[in-house]
């Protein structure tokens, strides 16, 4: 799996994905992560991308032309791999009108796509021209506006490499795959804190199975997670 972003800050990635598990599914090669920067084909030396909105209104748009031609350079990288992964390609544009991203979804495009372009934008967003221009889905990361699009494609990369067999030390690990609750404990059994004794819920020393199984779905019907 590739991950191909667009983007206008690319060091913004750099902390996250030199750290732990993305970190390691990079040197392992289980997943690649290539950026491509709007400003590299601006049209004048200042390598300005953005402009005023017509219409009126606060704030720069990201103009279509720098964002087109940078995802024409990604769909190009793609098809030097051959035709099968040009055929396996989706592109993502980040929007908070659009189809809400979850785990169903992370399962389904690790599955169907070699190669996913996310489109991240800033500003007062991208020119809506971009998206006459390339078949792309409007993806939501949640019911909320962000100051732009670089922190929605850590959220699907995490959640969609994650799906790919080798990324975690174990496959089986995944949360969603198991009976997990949103309440984890771990060793000592009880915590001292001001005055209170703080004791890990008794069905989990237990040993029985079953008990715990019932008891975090339990936890997972009355949680929100």
């Known amino acids: ?34 950026f491509y920067n709007p400003r ?20 720069m748009v990201i103009q279509a032309l720098p964002v087109a031609k940078a995802i024409e350079k990604a769909q190009r990288s793609i098809a030097a791999k051959g035709k099968r992964g040009k055929s396996r ?12 991203f979850d785990t169903a979804y992370a399962k389904s495009a690790a599955k169907k796509y070699d190669h996913i372009i996310l489109v991240s934008g800033r500003y007062e967003g991208i020119d809506a021209r971009v998206k006459k221009m390339f078949k792309m889905e409007d993806v939501s990361v949640g019911p909320y506006v962000l100051t732009g699009g670089e922190l929605p494609a ?11 067999e080798g990324v975690l030390g ?9 009976v997990a609750s949103p309440d984890v404990y771990t060793r000592p059994e009880a915590v001292s804190w001001k005055g209170k004794k703080l004791r890990v819920p008794k069905v989990l020393l237990s040993g029985n199975h079953a ?15």
């Open 89 to 100: 390609t989706k592109i993502i544009f980040f929007s908070p009108a659009g189809k809400q």
């Open 154 to 164: 850590m959220i699907m990369m995490d959640s969609i490499a994650r799906q790919i």
């Open 1 to 34: 799996m590739t991950f191909h972003i667009v983007t206008l800050f690319p060091g913004a990635f750099d902390s996250y994905l030199g750290e732990s598990i993305l970190k390691r599914a990079i040197e392992d090669k289980k997943i690649r992560v290539k």
């Open 40 to 59: 590299d084909f601006a049209d004048d030396k200042w390598q300005r991308v953005d402009q005023k909105p017509y219409g009126g209104g606060p704030g």
């Open 170 to 178: 174990n496959f089986d690990s995944r949360e969603e795959e198991r």
């Open 211 to 225: 008990d715990i199984d019932a008891w975090r779905n339990a936890q997972k019907k009355t949680r929100i997670v």
